[in-house]
Nanobody, 121 residues
Framework: VQLQASGGGLVQAGDSLRLSCAAS????????VAWFRQAPGKEREFVAG??????RAYYADSVKGRFTISASKNSVYLQMNSLKPEDTAVYYC?????????????????WGQGTQVTVSS
């Protein structure tokens, strides 16, 4: 499966962005699809994930209440509200056949190319 992430940009603190991850080459059925992010000098971290089979969503504590992950057809979205400068990172979407939404990036087999999100203060 090929993943294409888009929607990043430069915004001010408090603004919103919506990231999209479009899949091609295969139709999602029972996979986990997640968003990770990586800031300069830091490890890639789990942001949010969704189980395609039951639409159950999971979030990192740092984004709970501000970010919402959703899925439609063969795309996954990340609505990011009340953005903070510490949300600045390259955001990646990833997919894995494991329906349990792993939190570790090492568990994911398929990755999009990343989209830059920059939040100014």
């Amino acid at each position: 499966v090929q993943l294409q992430a888009s929607g990043g940009g430069l915004v001010q603190a408090g603004d919103s962005l919506r990231l999209s991850c479009a899949a091609s080459g295969r139709t999602f059925s029972s996979e986990s699809v997640a968003w990770f992010r990586q800031a300069p000098g830091k490890e890639r971290e789990f942001v949010a994930g969704i189980s395609w089979s039951d639409s159950r969503a999971y979030y990192a504590d740092s984004v709970k209440g501000r970010f919402t992950i959703s899925a439609s057809k063969n795309s996954v979205y990340l609505q990011m509200n009340s953005l903070k400068p510490e949300d600045t990172a390259v955001y990646y979407c990833a997919a894995d056949p494991d329906w349990r939404v792993p939190r570790s990036s090492y568990e994911y087999d398929y990755w999009g190319q990343g989209t830059q999100v920059t939040v100014s203060s």
